[in-house]
């Protein structure tokens, strides 16, 4: 993985923006936001969470000063808990205290939750100012790459958002040599996804080098990294806003979500949730005709060490209430993204409700 | 004005929508939702406020369920301080309550409060939903056409927000009947400023015709209603998100939302604020060699029986921190909308504060 940075285009006209992956990226990270045109006359803000705040954020405050940027920084929860409304408020007030302009850009040093939150104050701070994602997880190799920024109502996940794309995505993977080993099986639940959903010998892949991953092995992970930004950002460029073939990267996030907002922000993990949401949508495309679907899938995640069952209390019917508040609910039908063989999905409109309780059921350890 | 009602075009490629401009159109609600393709399986949320509900709620509520749709409705006060993250908060809760979903549409009835205030809420819901400008203000002629939604920071007026383009604006102008009289001339401000930056003869009609506009006749309001939406829907046509020639629909504003800012939401109509920033922009303008300018563009203001001065006591080192504060304040440059002549305007990088500042003094009463 040393030496040469990657760098992937996503494709948007002129809204299109680099991926770079490499190692030591923070270090040339002044260089990096010259390049895409950010001004240093207009103060910065990065955001980013108390968990990575000790270990990066003087780092990058230091490289982008040194660079000739005033940089202010703020430092929010780590946590779901932290894509609240009231967080963005705060946020909004700290840009206009630092005196935030036009012409400046939002830094998002962390994952995917401070991704979300700072990218939904860069979009709507002054009607829209750059972005920059730096991502410090794995998990964040999918939420930093195309454009969705949002913050939760207590009712409902990513109800309060936009498209925003950014700037720039560095993705420094040195700073995921920090991450806690259950972040580190987290974010591979989205890795394995994009294989899941669009590319087979991918998702086999993820199988067999499981354990390479899970031990952040530096060759794997940016091969891994690489090919599941790569997926995403095809996927992104053919379907900014999620009019049709987008919808395909919801694949275990429909019941994922639910398990979030039911179990409370924060028990799961996003990784985790969808990977009981991947199972359960197995499950339901086993139903649907697809022989051997669920144990094939359960075993890639499961290499994975992700969960795929559910705590036996929990309340099927608070789940179907919260997957009918979910933006994939709609005109009356509940939208699911269903698998019918590794690597290829259906959008099926026609899912019966009963079949996702059924389904939800069987799931309980 | 009665007959058949007269439809604009504002030209955004894919993003284009129509203004259609008449008397009774509200009882043909359901049909022009329709025609612009809103489906009736989806539920609608009409927001208003509390001195528009009384007059006009029902009516919609009445004609929308009769052409097939669920409605639910949303009353907030009327006035400046509905345009609040804590408003919005509110409605968004509501919306998710209501069931709403992605081929929902939220609908404003009312004036440039509601407009903006719905407008962020379908803009931010689920990632963006549909939204529909049914203004009662002669005001709205100008806040419902461009796409420019927020709510107001306690720091600074319209700091939260992005662009989202209404389906359709639909003005009955049957409605401005109803207009409490100051409420018309804070209206009448938008419509004489777009002959201020674009076209002389219409700013001289609108002065000739001040006793007619001003007594809300028909066929008056009807002609500078159309051209000041015309005037407006060419101008974001060809910039749509202020790049550059868009920001001319500024004039007035820099001080004008400073006034409103500093007085405190509420105390001075929107209108009536940048009148008294136009004037400003008007003495500028002379200092800067065009002669006259300043008696001519109050003479214009004054016929409308709009202010072209402020308090004495108004705290001149405030006015120009909030204008600080502004969005118009990029990379240490103040920018001003500076009348050259009247008709034409140029956005100036160069103003000093200091003149600003005299200017200010020099407006007291």
Known sequence: MAGTPKTLTVELGERSYPIVIGEGLLDQAAEYLKQVGVPSKSPLLIVTDDHVAPLYLDKLVDVLTAGGYRVASAVVPAGESSKSLAAYDQLITRAIEEGLDRSSAILALGGGVVGDLAGFVAATYMRGIRFVQVPTTILAHDSSVGGKVAVNHPLAKNMIGVFHQPELVLYDVETLRTLPPREVRAGLSEMVKHGLIWDRDFAYWCQEHAPRLLDLDSEAL????????????????????????????????????????????????????????????????????????????????????????????????????????????????????????????????????????????????
């Open 222 to 365: 940016a091969y891994g990294l690489e090919k599941g930004c790569a997926i995403k950002a095809q996927i992104v460029s053919r379907d900014e806003r999620e009019n049709d073939l987008r919808a395909i990267l919801n694949l275990g996030h429909t019941l994922g979500h639910a398990i979030e907002a039911v179990a409370g922000y924060g028990q799961f993990l996003h990784g985790e949730a969808i990977s009981v949401g991947m199972a359960a949508a197995a499950r339901l495309g086993e139903e649907r005709g697809a022989a051997g679907l669920y144990a094939e899938t359960t075993a890639m995640l499961e290499a994975l060490e992700l969960p795929v069952t559910l705590p036996a209390d929990m309340d099927t019917d608070a789940l179907m209430a919260a997957m009918q508040r979910d933006k994939k609910f709609r005109e009356g039908q509940m939208i699911f993204v269903v698998p019918l063989e590794v690597g290829r999905v259906e959008i099926a409109g026609d899912v019966k409700a009963e079949a996702v309780q059924s389904v939800i059921e069987r799931l309980k350890a």
